[in-house]
């Protein structure tokens, strides 16, 4: 097959993409930027950017292309779902996702559809069993925690963001090694950036690949000892942060806070939303409270 040019869209590095391995592409990409970047013929890199989708509007409309509904549709769902319905997003993100919504015309009443959030019964057990199963560390106010779920990763990693936590790293056993998803705080993206700094060097210690955003992202590692992930992990936090992390132990009497840390409140609530989901009536039971309390 024969082509003029390789466009790469939403990956910084050759990893991502294999086995395809362009030796001249052009890269729009708003992660952090990796191997990719330097073999580039061209590019349009912007880590500031909501969304690889507002990359590809900003070219359309500096291009004076004029976008048809069924461009304009898929464009505007990846900005939103990539931004979290525009929660925290740029001025110039917000700005691109109503000139999208104004390009929609009829296809307006796709939208609702492709931006259900409903939760999954799975996704709901990942948040509530990944908050359960976490190792906390703490130096000073900065609090870390590290857990293992069987599936939406990125969903348990949210549930302990939502807790307070500042680097929230949740692993997953793949068929040929670990996934590791982290999501962090500003404070902590103050100190290193995920995509650019922590998820690489596990994926430089372990084999694999990593990489992603300053405050969110992702490693596919050749590694199957949680374990030894999670000592690796602490050892070279405190190496780069100049930190010594002291381990947080669950209080024994509840079970449903870090010492001095998580909001247990947060933990309640996605507990009961399970708990009701799977016994609906159960969570207007005065005893299951006093149980969870």
Same mark, same amino acid.
């Given at each position: ?19 395809? +391995? ?9 992660? @952090? ?11 349009? #890199? ?9 990359? #590809?509007? $900003?070219?359309? +409309? &500096?291009?004076?292309? @004029? ?10 769902? !990846? *900005? ?8 925290? =997003? &740029? ?8 000139? *999208? ?11 609702? %559809?492709?931006?259900? %959030?409903?939760? =999954? ?6 948040? =509530?069993?990944?908050?359960? $199963? ?26 302990? $963001? ?11 056993? %793949?068929?040929? !090694? ?13 100190? $290193? ?23 969110? !992202? #992702?490693? @596919? ?7 030894? #992930?999670?000592?690796? *992990? ?17 209080? %024994?009497?509840?079970? *449903? ?37």
């Amino acid at each position: 097959m024969t082509h003029d040019a390789v466009v790469v869209l939403d990956a910084p590095s050759a990893e991502r993409i294999a086995p395809v +391995d362009p030796s001249s592409p052009i890269l729009v990409d708003h992660h @952090e930027p990796d191997n990719l970047a330097s073999r580039a013929v061209a590019s349009l #890199v912007d880590t500031g950017a909501g969304a690889t989708a507002e990359l #590809v509007f $900003r070219l359309a +409309d &500096a291009g004076g292309w @004029e976008l048809s509904p069924e461009a304009a549709l898929p464009l505007l769902v !990846g *900005l939103l779902d990539d931004t979290g319905f525009l929660m925290g =997003a &740029a001025p110039r993100s917000v700005t691109a996702a109503v000139d *999208l919504v104004r390009a929609l015309n009829d296809r307006s009443a796709d939208l609702p %559809q492709l931006l259900d %959030q409903s939760r =999954a019964s799975g996704e709901q057990s990942a948040r =509530a069993l990944g908050t359960l $199963r976490a190792s906390g560390y703490r130096a000073g106010d900065l609090f870390v925690a590290v857990t293992h779920v069987g599936g939406y990763e990125t969903a348990a990693a949210h549930a302990l $963001r939502d807790a307070g936590i500042d680097l929230a790293v949740v692993c997953s056993e %793949q068929a040929d !090694g670990l996934r590791v998803t982290m999501r962090a705080s500003k404070a902590f993206v103050e100190h $290193r950036s995920l995509g650019g700094d922590i998820l690489p060097a596990l994926a430089e210690e372990f084999g694999g690949d990593g990489g992603g955003h300053a405050s969110a !992202g #992702v490693a @596919e590692l050749h590694e199957e000892s949680i374990d030894e #992930v999670e000592a690796f *992990l602490i050892a070279h936090l405190e190496s780069e942060l100049g930190l010594t992390f002291a381990t947080v132990a669950w209080e %024994q009497s509840s079970g *449903l806070k870090w010492l001095g840390s998580i909001h247990r409140c947060r933990i309640l609530l996605i507990l009961l939303w399970t708990a009701e989901e799977a016994c609906p009536g159960l969570c207007g039971e005065p005893t299951f409270f006093g149980l969870l309390w």
